[in-house]
């Protein structure tokens, strides 16, 4: 029988991970073409809006393989519900033995993603942090900001949200005495203030424009993850020194880099792995000025790395092999 | 919290269910477009061999949506295991809450496999069946079997096996008063004495030629469900009178049909869906003297319809919704 986490115990583990590291090798072993990811697999609802994503794959030479399910379901809050849910499995590569249910509700899908926004920002941020702008100030945005002050020093976060509750609810979460938060209904003045953003919204049109970037601005885009979605001005990748992607495949069918090419604003020459840009110190922010863009839509890679990370730590003291019959 | 149940749990719920008209009722819903289907996701393993699939879906207006995974890991007999293994989820479409994990090991795969066997012969097995011909002595030629006798009376049954020992096990389960089961090393002899023939082995290469099958008998193709796999010479559906597909969009990428028109054997124009000749007497077998094959490769709509009834008989003793904070 497979062993069932509930998310208490997987928070537990993750106490003593860093998934810093285990994201970052993954993205490397992603570009390198180590990991076997399929097309993501899709559901999309109308009424209510939701989405559901199945992510899959393996490292080649691993001992598992991981199927992830995450959805959002967008109006789940008037319900009383959180918009996101999904859970993790992990299986033998080498019987197809499902060892592992992840009951995670969506929480290591934004771990993970919270991760890569810190990844990406660890070598395309500026290296002097104005201000962090957090654009959606749901539960992504919280973890956005967290994650931050792993990799840069900052003691201030310009957040953009869609009322004045989230807002409030947002700074009483997030504001400590190293760390001023700055609330708005006015995206422009995010751009204004901060040289490194987040955007983290279900969007379907942008949120930023390019005439509010100012130079020396890295941007990182992790809402888009459907053919829908878009949370920037296409101008804003035209006019980047540096344009990177977590997947070169995936941006052909989702996210930022997908709605700036069918523009005709950018090309996808331009497009640069995040894999190849954690290996190669040539391809990292090179100045001050440089403004840069990361599209993360989300790959497999980070959840087999983070699922694995999580059900290592569990299963020596949980876990027997079926029996042989 | 979802509900996890385990395997037992299934069988007992399904004591009070009548999959047959279930599994038609999804089959005619997927033919007129009411159900959807994206792509089977798909990992192909070489070392040892084995394949996952994952289908997904719903039906338009429904209360669920279903996320199926099945494995077929081929040496685990070696090590004890069977080789078949999977899990059902079922999801909330309003909501995308994960309801129920249906821990079957494969078994509803197997049981709404055996059951689109049965519904196949229903409309297109001769109505004298001179012996039923199994190819393939695994469970899911034990299961054919059983469902067989749900739509067609006979009293014999050919059986082919790959060795001496999985033939006594199958005749030793399955032989009873009734019901005599001879077997067989060489499948030229299950053509010789059947003419109702499934096939449900993962074979590489075609196990029944062209020039073995009598006229007048009906084959059913279950076991090919890759690219790769074959089970029936690419004549045998070039000579057929009618080939039936369960679903058309697979057949362009797996299964029998799939390695025929690549073959050249047969166009695609000859191909009707399994939904279509439920719902047309004029699609059923006309006379005793057609021989006909289908090619069933397993659509989600299958297992949406199994796992939803199943969830739908235990969910009153034990669902509750999760609370709104």
Known sequence: MPVVVPLAEIKKALAAIDPIPL??????????GEVVVPPVGELVFNDPPGDVHIKYGYIKGDDFYVIKIASGFYDNPKLGLPSGDGLM??????????EAILLDEGYLTNLRTAVAGAVVAKYLAPRE???VGIVGAGVQGRMQLDWLRRVRKFE?????????????AYRRDMESPGLKIRTTLRAEKVAAAANLIVTCTPATAPVLKAEWIRPGTHITAVGSDTAAKQELDAAILARADRVVVDSLSQSELRGEVYQAVNAGAIGRDRLVELGRVI???????????ETTVADLTGVAVQDIQISKAVWLAIRPAVWSAPKAT
């Not at 970052?24 to 390198?32: I, L, N, P, T």
């Not at 290996?279 to 000025?289: C, I, N, P, T």
């Open 156 to 168: 201030e976060a310009v957040v953009w949200g869609v009322n004045e509750e989230e807002l409030v």
């Open 129 to 131: 942090v104005t201000a």
């Open 23 to 32: 994201i970052e090798e993954g993205f490397v072993a992603y570009s390198r």
């Open 279 to 289: 290996g190669d110190q040539k391809l990292w922010r090179a100045s001050e000025s």
């Open 89 to 98: 499995l992990v299986f033998s590569r080498k019987t197809g033995v499902l």
